[in-house]
């Protein structure tokens, strides 16, 4: 059950449907002899910031599973929302509304983790949910990979150009402007006014930056799935501790 810490509820939400196309039951798959969900649970846990760990699925196995890890999954995502056209947004929004209204609680601080970002540190998890709690200005924290690239994008019915006006003449990426890539699955926090409307995060906003370069990985097929599998291997025998908890 979730108890209050200090003055501030804070719920983590893990979503994790079951109809994934790319790879059946996904947040089953194994890497390093567990199934993704755990990851995000374990983090969650060990981080010591979050008052209740609520995995929101549709799957029956996955929640078996949840729970197995110390989850809670006290009722099943509706199929309304577990579509693949669902948004994100959406998922969050639905998934706060029904536990508030399941446990009759009000969350003040929600904590968004995915089973797919998987190169995650536990620090970052207490960073962001800290950073609102220690300034009441802030309406979300999350985390970020720093890049220096250069986007075009495409209206429908216009040429191609560059998203930024810095980007029309290429400098060298010591003195080009910061550009951010957010990585949301990885840790974020918000007030959970804003989820309530549908915004997964809000104007003012404080990033956690990621120092490597493994944050940007997303499990979408099983190729994915493979190399992330060899990664891991690679990281526990050279016991490579700054790229994952």
Known sequence: MLYKRK???????????GGSKGIKLK???????????????IAAKKSGVCDDVFVSTDSVKIAKEAKRYGASVPFLRNKKYSGPLTT??????????SYEKFHNTKIDICVFLTCTNFFRKISWVKDVVNNLIKNKNLESSFVVSKLYRHF???IKGSKPEKIAKWMRDYTSRQIA???YREETGLACATRAKLWRKGKRIGKKVKFVISDNSFTGFDI??????????????????KKIKKIIY
């Open 88 to 97: 994100t947004e959406k998922t969050l929004q639905n998934a706060l509304l």
């Open 177 to 179: 402007p910061k550009l």
């Open 7 to 17: 003055k501030y509820k804070v719920l983590c939400i893990i979503p994790a449907r």
């Open 220 to 237: 979408n097929n099983s190729q994915d799935l493979e190399i992330l599998n060899l990664v891991f291997d690679y990281i526990k025998k």
């Open 152 to 154: 075009w994008h495409q």
């Open 27 to 41: 947040n089953l798959s194994k890497i390093g002899n567990k199934p993704l969900i755990y990851y995000p649970i």
